[in-house]
């Protein structure tokens, strides 16, 4: 009982906080605001709505405060898109996919936490705080309420209906995969400034599709969800293996687009530069703090072994994005098992 308490307890508070902090401190404290980067992005931004020769400067919401942060990530992602970043880009987007479906796949559960019922404040504050240090916050919940033991426990139903997977789908495809194929493909700041909101776009899409094909239809919808999660497995894995792989035969490139730095640079970095730097340290601690928390889901340090081999192989070989979905993918097969496993410690 003392080891249950100190796994699901007090060992993840006494991990993903602090590491929350830290990642305010290195991303926003160090490379935004010290790196003199976030004055960059103010340039763009302090001056009257619809300014000539500032395009991002627009009244997107009507509200001063929300405008002005508005524009500065949509200047932030403009700047991320530089041909030079095209690869941390690509790895950025799958893997925020696979992290962007973890609450939303939770809160769809038969029976969940009341802590994990909002997945889209979830992505709202990621996007707005950065998902290195929201995530943290969240995986304390998800392992607190007990969401994160991958086994079907006897009172803990995890089923996912039919109707709410396609949901689930629908709302990936629409969402997110659309929204950043738009902000990717065109550049241009209303594609851009509408994918800032894609948690919100989700949320009213998994919503419209069950208005649409209620979840009454109470048959479980787990093919769709692996297919949910194949899909974001297939597609980090294509894009890392055309945009990532070339640059493992470049290591100076590699470090430049992949490799963050905790030091300040001595030298002004530009804009495209300082996001990246900002962009990577983001990764570092959104990326690292899902693949942490997937150890809560294996069933004894055997399988913490194995997953720990196999995030170091698919982060390599595969990606970042791909690392976690294949990891989604085996623990909803476990979570579908029809035989029931019950916790011994209980």
Known sequence: MASKIFLRGVLPIAIFIPMGYLA???????????????????????????TEGYPSRLAYTGYPVLDYRMCSLVVLFHALLDPAYRPLVAELMTALAAVTMIPFVEAAREKRSIFLRMPAVVGVLFQLFSFAAIMPIYYVALILSGAAISSPIKGRATKITQGSAEALLFALIVGYIIPTLCMVVFQDVIPTAL???????????????????????????YAIIQVMYGLIFVTSAVLHIYYTWPL????QQFQKVFVPQLALSKRLLSLPEGVAAVIQWDAVFGIGSTLLVTFWFARGVKEMVLLFLW????????????????????????????????????
Not at 24 to 50: M, W
């Open 248 to 251: 493992f035969f470049d290591i």
């Open 195 to 221: 994918w800032q909101g894609f948690p919100i776009i989700m949320a009213l899409a998994q919503f419209v599709y069950l208005v649409i094909r209620p979840s009454r239809h109470v048959e479980s919808g």
């Open 24 to 50: 305010k401190q290195i991303v926003f404290e160090r490379h935004l605001y010290q790196s003199g980067t976030g004055l960059q992005l103010a340039d763009h931004c302090n001056v009257p709505v619809r």
């Open 311 to 346: 995030h170091v192989l698919s982060l390599v070989v595969l990606g970042p994005g791909a690392a976690i979905a294949g990891v989604l993918l085996f623990r909803e097969a476990r979570l579908n098992n029809p035989t029931p496993v019950v916790d011994k410690e209980d």
